[in-house]
Structures are given as structure tokens and as C-alpha cells.
């Protein structure tokens, strides 16, 4: 009988340590080396400045979304919402994708049409891994937003670059998955 216990516990003890050996290493190698999650990023409130561009790129582990600032840029938002919303009228905006992108500048926006590449699309997403339409939502009372449409809620990071000269960046990238199949936070 001492002999079966001892027999049943080592292999409970070797299975068990094997899982140690392996589960670490597997958490520890987040997909692209992305440490993001889906959770709110916010700085600032209203900035200097003017939203002279939108524009986007895509990488090997994340497609870039970039707004451009010609002067320090000192008050966004980036936030997953239900649904987007001109601001002052209220009217939802369809945004194409699975999950939706608030992207708030605290500046107001030069008036062009050059931006567009169909009505109310300012990027053409059709090569893009996650991304699925970068919209126009509007900009009222010195606040632009844009909503980005993706393929869905996946990690996300957003931060401010300086330049080029003295404006700045908005920088919003979304990763094409999350680091491991079904866990929300590498």
C-alpha cells in the first residue's frame, strides 16, 4: 500500500512539475513581445494646435492609426465604445468592424476634403489585417474625433510622439491578436 501511494503521489508530483516547467514559458512570450490590453487611455484636456492630418500603416504585428498635430498635443482619449456619436447632433455614425475606437484630439480640425477617401472614410482599409474602417465622426468645439473600426476588441496601445518640426502625433496601435488564444492581458 506504501509502495502504490509513493508510486501515484511521484506521478502526480512529475505531472505537476511539468506544468510548472511549461506554463510559464508559454505566459511568458506575449505575441510581437505586446504587453497591451483594451482598457481606456486618456492625458490632458484641451490642447494648441490643429489636426492637419489622418493617416495609417500597417506593421507585422499591429496596424497604426496616426493623427497629425501641428503643435503639441496635450489632450486625447483612445476608448472601445458601443457605438460612435457626433458630438453637438447626436447622429451614430456606422463604423464598419466588429469593435469600435473612440479616438478623441482635443483640437479642432482644418476644413478639407482631401482626407477622405469615400464619404466619411478617411483611410481605405481594405488591405489591413485588423483594422476595418477609419471614419469620420466630426469635429465640434475645438474636439475631433475619428472612429476606427476593427475586426475585434483586441489590445490596443496610444501614445504622443513629438514632431515632425513642432507639432506632434497621435499614435494608435492595434494588435492583429490578442498574446495568447483566449486570455485578455499578456
Do not use: K
Not at 4 to 14: D, E, P
Amino acid at each position: 500500500m506504501r509502495r502504490r501511494l509513493s508510486a501515484i503521489l511521484a506521478t502526480l508530483l512529475l505531472l505537476a512539475g511539468g506544468q510548472l516547467l511549461v506554463a510559464p514559458g508559454a505566459a511568458a512570450h506575449p505575441y510581437c513581445g505586446q504587453v497591451w490590453g483594451s482598457e481606456a487611455r486618456s492625458a490632458g484636456d484641451m490642447s494648441a494646435g490643429t489636426l492637419v492630418d489622418v493617416r495609417a500603416g500597417r506593421h507585422a504585428c499591429f496596424d497604426r492609426l496616426v493623427l497629425d498635430v501641428d503643435a503639441p498635443l496635450t489632450g486625447w482619449s483612445v476608448r472601445y465604445v458601443d457605438q460612435l456619436v457626433q458630438d453637438g447632433s447626436g447622429a451614430v455614425v456606422p463604423v464598419r468592424g466588429n469593435a469600435r475606437l473612440e479616438v478623441v484630439a482635443r483640437v479642432p480640425a482644418i476644413a478639407t476634403d482631401a482626407w477622405f477617401v469615400g464619404p466619411g472614410t478617411l483611410v481605405d482599409t481594405a488591405s489591413y489585417r485588423t483594422f476595418r474602417h477609419v471614419a469620420w465622426v466630426g469635429s465640434y468645439e475645438g474636439v475631433t474625433t475619428i472612429g476606427l473600426g476593427v475586426r475585434a476588441r483586441l489590445p490596443f496601445r496610444a501614445f504622443v510622439l513629438p514632431g515632425p518640426g513642432e507639432g506632434s502625433r497621435l499614435v494608435v496601435d492595434v494588435g492583429h491578436r490578442w498574446c495568447a488564444e483566449g486570455h485578455r492581458v499578456c
